[in-house]
């Protein structure tokens, strides 16, 4: 069994884990502000199953965009002890890629949250028919399960141009390539 590979799983799986709750919490909170035509925790605790469904169908979307930057920030660490244990580095290095990764984590986070609520509430506006948020509002849950949909189809179909994007915008450091022991 390879040792260092253990432990650097068990600490990706720890870090994707707090990452992943982090932004689930800012991504959930930023979601009812965005919402603010419904109350979303008044509607949870009197069981509307619509506003669970769709505020579900957010949280998962949020992951899948996020997926996109959980795995670099996850590998940039990883490269980091690796080239910790190997090679040794500086203080000033382990800084930088802190940075690196709080600002990938960072930028995700807004960019998804954004790109989300936009290309949801643009959906809305352009379906003039329906008041989605006040069906939802209403219990409505067809009309939920439809923008509970859109939300998590919007996810899939943006999460290789976010992924794109933030290596354009925050690469990730250098990997080490042939010499890491996976």
Do not use: C, H
């Amino acid at each position: 069994m390879n040792q260092f590979l253990l432990w650097n799983g068990l600490f990706s799986l720890l870090l994707a884990m707090v990452l992943g709750i982090l932004a689930i919490y800012l991504g959930f909170n930023a979601f009812k502000r965005f919402n603010s035509k419904v109350d979303e925790e008044f509607e949870l605790r009197n069981n509307n199953i619509a506003v669970a469904t769709v505020s579900g169908s957010f949280i998962i979307s949020l992951g899948i965009l996020m997926q996109s930057v959980i795995d670099p920030i996850t590998q940039t660490i990883f490269n980091l002890v690796y080239r910790y244990q190997q090679l040794g580095v500086v203080f000033s290095e382990v800084v930088s890629t802190m940075g690196v990764v709080f600002l990938q984590f960072s930028i995700a986070l807004v960019l998804s949250l954004a790109t989300l609520t936009l290309g949801t509430r643009l959906y809305m506006k352009i379906n003039r028919q329906t008041d989605e948020l006040e069906e939802i509002t209403n219990n409505n849950i067809a009309v939920a399960i439809v923008v509970g949909a859109i939300t998590v189809t919007l996810a899939v179909m943006l999460s290789s141009g976010m992924e794109i994007f933030l290596n354009a915008l925050v690469p990730a450091p250098p990997s080490l390539n042939e010499n890491l022991p996976y």
